[in-house]
């Protein structure tokens, strides 16, 4: 009887424990992964997130774009050549004595690469395949201790909340558009970027680097209207989004995001 007993107390708390790990896991809905994935977590930069600026990604100052300290770099396994720029992530430490107690998940997202470290460091966390998240240390310190530097974590991929519309900053010359799209909610990576003038048809513009797109198309003197593909395979439209004298080096937010 004594066994028995002893068989159902542990699988109670095996149960228990199964709930409250979900639990801690699920204080945002994921709508977008399938659960959560392995990997580890390091931070780069201090606590005003000074280095965590001008990334890969070409979003420039994060506090001005509006991503903040709230972001990640992410190593090759994860990066996909860019595409995976604007992306966010739930993460939570785990498995190891320097998680910080009551440091629930955070979310962030991803705004810069971490690079592979071959010759110097043949082990190195962001070397393929690795999957690795090189956070802001105030991400870091939110679920991790300063000492622990690694961390094994958890991870899944879920929705973008932001505020506002997208956002797209129009650079180049008059002979080269490039747009940065940026500030964009719903699954957050941008797959593709399509731009339509007043006066033209849709041209589909290729991507230059991050979530820098590019088209040689002469659009000057013209409204423009963008469609943004994201990758769960969906298409938004934004219309007459920049006016016809729009002017470079600036930006025009559209009326709606993609949430």
């Known amino acids: 009887m004594a066994n ?24 945002y809905v994921d709508q977008v992964g399938n659960g959560w994935n392995n990997a580890h977590a390091t931070f780069y930069g201090d606590n005003s997130g000074g280095e965590t600026m001008n990334g890969a990604c070409g979003y420039g100052d994060l506090f001005k774009q509006g991503y903040g300290l709230e972001t990640t770099a992410l190593s090759t396994a994860l990066f996909n050549d860019g595409a995976a720029c604007g992306a966010c992530f739930e993460i939570m430490c785990t498995s190891s004595k320097w998680c910080k107690k009551g440091g629930g998940p955070i979310r962030v997202t991803a705004t810069n690469f971490c690079p592979p470290w071959y010759q110097e460091a043949p082990e190195a966390w962001c070397n393929p395949p690795r999957k690795h998240f090189d956070l802001s240390m105030p991400m870091f310190l939110n679920i991790a201790e300063y000492k622990g530097g690694i961390v094994p974590v958890l991870y899944r991929k879920v929705k973008c909340s932001k505020k506002g519309g997208v956002k797209f900053e129009i650079k180049g010359n008059q002979y080269w558009l490039m747009v940065l799209v940026y500030n964009v909610g719903g699954v957050g990576d941008v797959a593709g970027v399509n731009v339509k003038g007043s006066k033209t048809s849709w041209t589909q513009m290729s991507r230059n680097w991050g979530q820098n797109w590019q088209t040689w198309s002469r659009l000057d003197g013209q409204s423009l209207s963008f469609q943004v593909a994201t990758s769960n395979g969906k298409m938004f439209q934004f219309n007459n989004v920049a006016p016809a004298n729009w002017e470079f080096g600036k930006t025009y937010e559209s009326s709606k995001n993609m949430h």
């Open 4 to 27: 028995a007993q002893s068989i159902v107390a542990y699988f109670a708390l095996i149960i228990i424990f199964g709930l409250f790990l979900v639990g801690e896991g699920s204080k």
